[in-house]
């Protein structure tokens, strides 16, 4: 009889643990819904601002004199660009990036894929093709990473 209490007991502590972590998963994305992952072809369609550009794995993998050359230039680029550029990605794969230049504002049209297993995203400018691989995408944030020269992640708010 004594077996049964304790298998009775150790089921029911089991049983509210489960219940603990489920309503803490629950709780937690109830506290803010925005930061639950969305999958990549639905979350991707709309308007996204820039909000920074990450150059340190890139940073990392030069010599210090080629770093101190091309680090400013590379943060005065980003000064501007950073806060000041959106890309709308439409529904029909058409992606526009409104961005400042040293003429003014400037749009720039291209295309947009998903790959099939919606871990990556490539742009196709007119000449140019860019592959990222999507780091994170959620209502409100996303990320893309891209190894092509210069590295960088690329990070974005959600403007609608």
Not at 90 to 119: E, R
Not at 129 to 139: F, I, L, S
């Amino acid at each position: 009889m004594k077996w049964y209490h304790t298998f009775f007991l150790a089921i029911l502590i089991f049983s509210c643990e489960r219940e603990s972590e489920i309503v803490c998963v629950d709780s937690e994305n109830a506290k803010n819904p925005h930061d639950v992952p969305v999958p990549v072809k639905d979350g991707i369609k709309g308007n996204w601002k820039l909000v920074d550009i990450d150059y340190s794995e890139y940073y990392s993998s030069l010599s210090e004199e080629t770093r101190m050359r091309l680090q400013p230039e590379f943060e005065a680029q980003m000064k501007e660009m950073v806060g000041n550029t959106a890309y709308d990605f439409q529904s029909n794969n058409m992606l526009v990036i409104q961005m400042p230049t040293d003429y003014g504002d400037t749009s720039i049209q291209a295309n947009y894929q998903i790959s099939k297993n919606a871990d990556s995203i490539n742009f196709f400018f007119s000449e140019e093709k860019e592959a990222y691989r999507v780091d994170a995408m959620t209502k409100k944030q996303m990320i893309l990473k891209t190894s092509e020269l210069p590295a960088r992640r690329l990070i974005f708010s959600r403007l609608n």
